[in-house]
């Protein structure tokens, strides 16, 4: 297998994977729309085109069916209903964990299921309403001669489909479709011999015999033709044929032959391809038109520029040049300043040169971040599906809107959001919305709502999750932290209803009376919190029961550039990401406590805890008067403590670097960064801090 | 620049390029070979980036016995170690001949070595290095080879073992 192409395939099929996630869920909702369906039919036929280039047969035969599938639903025979969605979405799963497979290096893959298989062949022979698909695909396969299903010439068994066509083996197909056509009333279609190379050149005989099953076949224009290749209704039998129609016909044998790239199925191997139903309209490119409509250009131009690949990021070259240019200009700015350097000219010209500079390494930044943004959009694609498959499962109606997808945010945030956000969205989904009777019991729509949000406030990026559901009782999180022994009675009912709401972010707190295998197992929501800590973004609750819930993730924008607080011991500066700052104040030993062992200060009617890092970050330090110290209020997690340091030494945007090779156990340290004099700052991490002291 | 005694005669009478065996044409180890505690110890070039003086090592509390800190080599923060805690020898300060030697352990590790001085870069030649026999089990974890060669002996360092 070409690793090149392979790596092609799998950058463009991931891409194909995601979209056809969405789309078909969207298709569910409008089941008719004409584009959507081209567009889904477009991917899987782009994706078979692929893995038939690089020979994965499995995933051929999928895609193959699922294409036929979409053929028949685009022209109206077949409904995408709620069952062929269910059916449709298995293969896709399939599909989608074949390339995953391909992805990670596997190169062997066993055969499909054959009932899946036979699933989607039954849909596309309009025989699956059974509502027990396993019994539907042994009906398919033991008639396929019935009256309603078209004939197909077949292949007897024991052939070798790649081998050559023998005269022997021709001529009984030939002798197959004469007397598949002289008596019935059924329709059937040209077809070619399966064993027929795709890529290769027409031979005469394939062509001849095309041309003999197309004058045969015209002399019933208007007979219905579910199956089998065919011309054009209109098509002049005696003429000769046009460049159209030979390509249409070239396209059918190619698509024919991927058809019986399975081997086990019944007697109905080499399934024909339905390139148009009767069809009255007489246009003789038409049947040509829909298969040649996909090729893989059209494809990939309608992707949206995001890649799949975790290491690669797709880039639109308006922002390389943009960077071009700037660099350009660093280059102008950079000669300037040696020439400068030279012939020592006065102050002015060099404080210009230096102003240039900045104005252009700020701008070279600020686009070299933009090439790392991405869409949100690639995270919420996934939920669609998500709210769909688990909304089906529960028996609850919802609708899942997404709001803000163009939002752009760092492609790392993007990737470590895509957890937690699933993760909030079945709680929604299962906790928050009811069933529709209750819903509609308490007076609302029977379909629930749930919204998933994304806007850019200042540099930060604003993530909500609201729904319309039950909402939450700030009493029973009481009663709940009570019963756990996480508080005693007073103190659980000291708690505001927002602190209530953040109870079901503590490790072990769930509410749910029955666990569901969905959600509620209590594991959940303080993991997203350490999560969302992480990224140094913070998650905010609000419920009204009976209305509904939001839950509020604040992330910023990038996690190469953080704002941060500068302190410093001694010479040795650290720096404090700036989000978790809540206060600074002077240290002031007569507002202190030691209260078990512990010191802790006092803050408008609260006792903080207070690490005194110096006896971390400086333990040889002989300072010891705490004159001058200053407390630093960080919130990390869901409690508050204060860092004594030094000094502080004001605010600082830092570019987070890792520390180096062997120091990333260190517990405490999120990185390094260069300071403004070229010295290096370490990077704190509170949850890491918080651990060291405890 | 200042010298120590020991130091200068390290360079002075201990190395002198000798000739005698530059007919050998079989296949060599180029090595960069630096000095500790009066021994010469190499490193195959290929693992080494770079040779630095010894800029400001900003510690890092917490972290490893024999890690002095990191430094900021063009924008990459570097773990730089201490080779003579490696060794198990008595740490020293730095002087004006210490040198930190960037080693590629591979693309992903990359550590600063700080060692006493670093003299030269040789081609030893392969029929002269031979393992080390020791009876001492633990101590030759990061001693690759050691090689006999133009009256000196040179310890090859292991430094894919000594960073893994």
Redesign the interface.
């Known amino acids: 297998m070409d690793e090149e192409i392979l790596q092609d395939f799998l950058v463009e099929a991931s891409e194909l994977v995601d979209q056809l996630d969405e789309q078909l869920v969207d298709l569910e909702h409008s089941p008719t729309d004409g584009d959507l369906l081209n567009a889904v039919f477009r991917g899987f036929h782009t994706i078979k085109g692929g893995a038939g280039f690089l020979g994965v047969t499995p995933l051929i035969e999928v895609c193959h069916r699922a294409e036929n599938v979409f053929d028949k639903i685009r022209n109206g025979d077949v409904e995408y209903d709620a069952q062929v969605a269910d059916v449709i979405l298995r293969a896709f799963d399939v599909i989608s964990d074949l390339i995953e497979q391909l992805n990670d290096g596997e190169r062997e893959f066993p055969e499909n299921d054959p009932a899946l298989l036979n699933e989607l062949d039954a849909i596309f022979k309009g025989t699956a309403v059974a509502p027990e698909p396993e019994t539907a695909p042994v009906e398919a396969a033991s008639e396929p001669q019935s009256e309603n299903v078209s004939e197909q010439l077949h292949l007897a068994d024991g052939v070798d489909p790649d081998g050559d066509m023998t005269d022997d083996e021709f001529e009984a197909l030939l002798n197959q479709r004469d007397g598949v056509q002289d008596p019935s009333s059924s329709p059937k279609g040209l077809q070619l011999d399966p064993g027929a190379d795709p890529d290769g050149d027409m031979t005469d005989d394939e062509f001849e015999a095309l041309l003999d099953q197309r004058d045969s076949l015209g002399d019933q224009p208007a007979a219905s033709n579910p199956n089998g290749l065919s011309l054009a209704p209109g098509a002049d039998p005696d003429g000769d044929m046009t460049d159209d129609e030979f390509d249409a016909l070239l396209d059918q044998r190619d698509l024919t032959q991927l058809a019986e790239a399975q081997e086990d199925t019944p007697p109905t191997i080499p399934e024909p391809i339905v390139v148009e139903k009767a069809a009255p309209e007489p246009a003789p490119q038409q049947p040509a038109a829909k298969p040649k409509a996909q090729p893989k250009s059209t494809a990939a131009k309608k992707a949206p520029a995001k890649a799949n690949a975790e290491s690669t990021v797709r880039v639109d070259t308006k922002r390389l040049d943009d960077i071009m240019n700037l660099v350009g200009e660093l280059v102008l700015v950079r000669n300037r300043l040696l020439t400068l350097r030279g012939n020592s000219s006065d102050i002015e010209d060099i404080s210009n040169a230096v102003g240039n500079l900045d104005h252009v390494t700020t701008d070279l930044q600020a686009s070299v971040m933009k090439t790392r943004m991405q869409p949100v959009k690639k995270v919420f694609g996934r939920f669609p599906r998500v709210v769909r498959d688990l909304a089906r499962k529960l028996g609850k109606d919802i609708e899942l809107e997404l709001l803000g997808e163009e939002t752009d945010l760092d492609k790392n945030l993007v990737e470590a959001l895509a957890d937690p956000l699933v993760h909030l969205v079945r709680n929604s989904v299962d906790h928050g919305v009811e069933m529709p009777d209750e819903r509609e019991a308490n007076g609302k729509p029977r379909k629930g709502t749930v919204i998933l949000g994304a806007e850019q406030e200042g540099d930060h990026i604003l993530l909500s999750i609201t729904d319309d559901g039950k909402g939450m009782d700030p009493d029973v999180l009481r009663r709940k932290a009570v019963e756990k022994g996480m508080m005693d009675e007073v103190a659980a009912n000291q708690l505001d209803d927002k602190s209530a709401f953040e109870l079901i972010m503590s490790a072990g707190f769930s509410t749910a009376d029955q666990i569901s295998d969905i959600s509620g197992r209590g594991v959940g929501m303080d993991v997203v919190k350490n999560m969302i800590t992480k990224l140094n973004g913070s998650i905010d609750i609000n419920s009204v029961l009976g209305e509904g819930t939001r839950i509020s993730i604040k992330v910023p924008l990038t996690l190469a550039i953080l704002p941060t607080l500068m302190v410093a011991f001694e010479k040795?500066s650290y720096a404090i990401p700036l989000t978790s700052v809540q206060e600074i104040f002077d240290f002031d030993i007569n507002n202190t406590n030691k209260i078990d062992g512990m010191m802790m200060v006092r803050l408008r009617e609260r006792s903080i805890p207070l690490y005194f890092l110096s006896e971390?970050?400086?333990?040889q330090s002989d300072k010891t008067d705490s004159k001058g110290d200053k407390v630093v209020i960080v919130s990390v997690g869901n409690q508050r403590v204060g860092l004594v340091v030094d000094q502080v030494n004001g605010q600082e945007e830092v570019v987070i670097?890792?520390?180096?090779?062997?120091?990333k156990d260190?517990?405490?340290?999120a990185?390094?960064t260069?300071t403004g004099n070229?010295?290096?700052a370490?990077i704190l991490d509170l949850p890491g801090v918080v651990d060291?002291f405890q | 620049m200042e010298l120590t005694d020991q130091q200068a005669d390290v360079l002075n009478t201990d190395f002198i390029i000798q000739e005698e065996d530059s007919k050998y044409a079989g296949p060599s180890a180029r090595c960069v070979l630096f000095n500790l505690e009066n021994e010469i110890y190499g490193i195959q070039v290929k693992k080494i980036r770079e040779v630095l003086r010894v800029s400001n090592i900003r510690n890092v509390p917490g972290a490893a016995y024999n890690v002095l800190g990191v430094i900021n080599v063009r924008g990459v923060i570097v773990t730089v170690v201490d080779t003579r805690v490696m060794f198990n020898m008595p740490q020293q300060d730095v002087t004006d001949l210490s040198r930190i030697i960037i080693i590629e352990v591979d693309e992903e590790k990359t550590v600063g070595m700080l060692v006493d001085c670093v003299m030269e870069v040789k081609d030893v030649p392969e029929n002269k290095i031979e393992p080390l026999s020791t009876t001492k089990e633990n101590a030759s974890r990061n001693i690759q080879a050691i090689a006999h060669y133009e009256d000196n002996v040179i310890i090859l360092v292991d430094v894919d073992n000594m960073f893994s």
């Open positions: 040795d971390w970050l400086n333990p670097k890792p520390l180096g090779t062997g120091l260190v517990g405490g340290y990185g390094a260069i070229g010295n290096i370490l060291r």
